[in-house]
């Protein structure tokens, strides 16, 4: 069963505009939420998280917003750059555990 | 400072053979992490060591994986009899504290392909 879920495998969006990223979870007991950025033949990188007591967190051009009633997550980048391009992982951990249970990922692809 | 190293960066193994892939953490990190990756999904959890004690294996997929942390720093994943499903990249993660908000940081991983 997946428990994290990324519906679109993949997203083009030109440069200077908004960039948005979702991610859907089932399980109740997730409370810390992350994204990840990946590039090829690099492992994941962090880039931004936010706890479950909080609806919203900016860092730089990078905001992540979070709807726990409707167990949903969403980054949005803006404005895009070409080097954003990238498979962007949705991650999330329950406060009694410490392993990240990741959804499948997004391809995002930034034209210039 | 360094971060999270893993060797081989790619492993050919025939169906059979045992394979054994190096982790080293960033220096200080308490917490490892073996993730598989399988291609085109994300990142799956192995186990988790906090120091030299493996507190939750729950994740390797059967008595052929084995993971240790004999000293608290190294690790190793080993995995016996190879088979073909066993083909995925196989990333590392450390992280400084216990917590479970404390960032993981990956190495760039190992992909091993069993023929």
């Known amino acids: 069963d997946q428990q994290v879920k990324q519906n679109s495998p993949s997203l083009s969006v030109q440069e200077g505009r908004i960039s948005i990223l979702n991610c859907d979870y089932t399980n109740s007991m997730f409370d810390y939420f992350l994204w990840y950025k990946k590039y090829p033949a690099e492992g994941p990188t962090f880039l931004i998280s936010i706890s479950s007591i909080k609806d919203k967190n900016e860092d730089g051009r990078f905001t992540v917003f979070l709807n726990k009633s409707a167990k949903h997550l969403s980054l949005h980048i803006v404005p895009s750059q070409p080097g954003d391009s990238a498979v962007y992982f949705c991650?999330?951990?329950?406060?009694?555990?410490?392993?990240?249970?990741f959804g499948a990922g997004t391809i995002l692809r930034v034209k210039s | 400072g360094a971060g999270v190293s893993q060797s081989p960066r790619y492993k050919v193994a025939k169906r059979g053979q045992d394979v054994a892939l190096r982790c080293d953490p960033i220096?200080?990190?308490?917490?490892l992490f073996w993730y598989q990756q399988a291609l085109g999904q994300g990142p799956e959890f192995l186990t988790y060591f906090q120091n030299e004690a493996q507190l939750d294996k729950s994740g390797l997929p059967s008595d052929r994986f084995f993971a240790e942390r004999p000293e608290g720093s190294v690790s190793t994943l080993k995995i016996q009899r190879t088979q073909q499903e066993d083909s995925a990249v196989y990333l590392c993660?450390?992280?400084f504290g216990q917590g479970y908000a404390d960032t993981q940081y990956f190495g760039p991983g190992t992909r091993l392909t069993v023929l």
């Open positions: 991650a999330a951990s329950r406060g009694d555990g410490n392993k990240l249970v």
């Open positions: 220096s200080g990190h308490v917490s």
């Open positions: 993660a450390s992280s």
